[in-house]
């Protein structure tokens, strides 16, 4: 059974799921820091109103860029600000830091936040810290976090087994996180095992395979008991935006809800 939340964090919670339904399509944009500018300034804007109007339940940004958004444009959309960062020109890529803090994604208006941890990296002691302070954080605020956790590093040489993926995804879970963002497991269809050992709701990321398609990519998540995905570049770099947000918005709060047993639902979020 999942943990009892603060009257805050299940409202936020209940905003970020959109559609109510406790599933969940969230739209990572944090690439500025990482990779470099994902459009220009004006196209930043625009590519916004594209994915809420496409129907996506949540956008992720650091906070300066969360400080330039049209508030109106989140009118339908939550805001998930993300609290680490490191660039590609760094030494080391997979070590994270901090920068930034729950109170001030709370006077941005924020919904949720999100931590990136890399387990298997060198710096993995110091990311699991962070992990840990933010969540005490969002406990006392009431805010829900989003652990954003991989195996990721130099000791992570092989296909991401179905045990490596729940070790991950439980260590988000014990250090506090509402919801956990994570890497499909090696084969697939054991992604089942992984969604049955957590004990909060996960999200896949990215479908960077672009022999399936993005479609196919969450039919099959959604199949395993993953509750949604948190996709990015092959959403803000697809010719038709919205068109690909509304595909996936139909397959995460559509038809395939229907068969959901009740214990996979809203109940089970909070």
């Not at 810290?129 to 652990?147: E, F, K, S, Y």
Request: one cysteine or more.
């Amino acid at each position: 059974m999942a943990r009892a939340a603060l009257p805050g964090t299940s409202l936020r919670l209940a905003r970020l799921s959109g559609h109510g339904d406790g599933r969940f399509l969230l739209i990572p944009l944090d690439h500025s820091v990482s990779d470099g500018p994902i459009t220009t300034a004006a196209g930043f804007h625009d590519l916004v109103h594209d994915l809420v109007a496409g129907g996506a339940d949540g956008i992720v940004v650091h906070k300066g860029r969360a400080r330039l958004i049209d508030p109106q444009a989140l009118a339908s959309c939550s805001l998930v600000v993300h609290l680490s960062a490191s660039t590609a020109h760094g030494p080391d890529t997979d070590a994270k830091v901090l920068v930034g803090d729950v109170a001030e994604a709370l006077r941005l208006g924020a919904d949720a936040v999100s931590v990136h941890v890399n387990i298997g990296s060198h710096t993995e002691a110091a990311q699991l810290a962070d992990l840990g302070t933010v969540a005490a954080a969002c406990d006392r605020w009431g805010m829900p976090l989003i652990a954003m956790i991989y195996p990721r590093g130099p000791r992570m040489t092989g296909p991401p087994s179905p045990e490596l993926v729940a070790h991950v995804v439980n260590v988000a879970a014990d250090l506090g996180a509402d919801l956990v963002k994570t890497v499909f497991a090696d084969p697939p269809e054991r992604m089942s095992e992984v969604v049955a050992s957590s004990p909060v709701p996960v999200l896949v990321a990215g479908g960077a395979d672009s022999r399936q398609s993005l479609a196919e990519f969450a039919r099959t998540a959604l199949a395993t008991g993953c509750r949604g995905l948190a996709i990015g570049r092959r959403i803000f770099t697809s010719p038709t935006p919205r068109q690909t947000v509304r595909e996936l918005a139909d397959i995460v709060h559509g038809s395939l809800h229907d068969t959901l047993p009740p214990s996979n639902r809203l109940a089970g979020v909070l």
